[in-house]
């Protein structure tokens, strides 16, 4: 039976610019043994083609079309909702904007022309910034996000991610943000599985190091759950919240043996 790997980036496969230990080997032997394979991260600071060229330098094999990151999907929900003519706020960095723009949809700092106000992760984010997209939202503007990570894994810890942006809008509007493109949306699980995949969400399994994005999103959507413990997630948090993940491992050299156990529906035949 072919299964489904989806890993996450930060945290799961590396962290800054080192490989996790076995990561390389993991993603090999997946390989080798037929499965599919995509990388899947919510980080909006940083294009696909990065992504890939990091990849490769790190040693893994991967194609343009194995990884997806949230702001393509962002870029694909406007490519499919909104008039060519519309205009859009962009609170993000360059490479969010690029793929909104590549799609011919321009981008404004006018809350008049706003349609949508996309809230990516902002390393430039400013009072300013905040108070046009209020502006934008009271003028009856969409807010969509990225992604809601509160935070980003680094190598000295974790610094702020696009959730402390959504944080700030959402406490002026006093609303929650409409829509989430990234994980854990569902719909962009269901595009991961059915269209790049074309695979059954039970042959899928989701990895990566966040309950509330990563394991969340395989949970709603119906798909195997691994949690690595290389990354923000410790199991102290793990006991505190509502999405359990059906396995937990110290990291991704640990996949492979924790996953071999399901029968050929699916069924987990090994104890947490």
């Not at 599919?36 to 040693?59: H, P």
Request: glycine share 8%.
């Amino acid at each position: 039976m072919q299964r489904g790997f989806i890993f996450d980036l930060d945290g799961t496969i590396y962290i800054d610019n080192q490989l996790i230990p076995g990561a390389l080997d993991t993603v090999q032997k997946l390989i080798q043994r037929g499965d599919k394979i995509i990388y899947f991260t919510n980080k909006s600071i940083e294009s696909i083609a990065t992504y890939v060229q990091k990849l490769r330098a790190l040693g893994i094999e991967v194609q343009d079309n194995q990884v997806v990151n949230s702001n393509y999907l962002v870029a694909r929900y406007l490519e499919k909702n909104i008039a060519q003519q519309a205009n859009v706020m962009v609170i993000g960095e360059n490479p969010l904007i690029e793929e909104i723009e590549k799609i011919g949809i321009g981008c404004t700092w006018n809350p008049v022309e706003t349609s949508y106000v996309i809230i990516g992760w902002d390393r430039e984010f400013t009072y300013e910034k905040l108070n046009l997209a209020f502006q934008a939202w009271k003028k009856g503007a969409t807010i969509i996000a990225t992604n809601p990570d509160r935070t980003c894994p680094v190598a000295s810890g974790e610094i702020p991610d696009c959730g402390a942006m959504i944080g700030a809008l959402e406490g002026a509007t006093g609303e929650k943000v409409e829509m989430i493109l990234g994980k854990p949306s569902v719909q962009a699980a269901k595009f991961i599985t059915q269209e790049l995949m074309r695979l059954p969400p039970e042959q899928c399994f989701m990895i990566g190091d966040r309950i509330e994005t990563d394991i969340k999103m395989g949970i709603e959507s119906g798909m195997h759950t691994v949690l690595v413990l290389t990354g923000i997630t410790t199991k102290e948090m793990v006991n505190q919240s509502q999405y359990q993940p059906e396995f937990i491992v110290d990291s991704i050299r640990d996949l492979i043996d924790a996953t071999t156990n399901l029968n050929s529906k699916g069924k987990d035949l090994r104890k947490k």
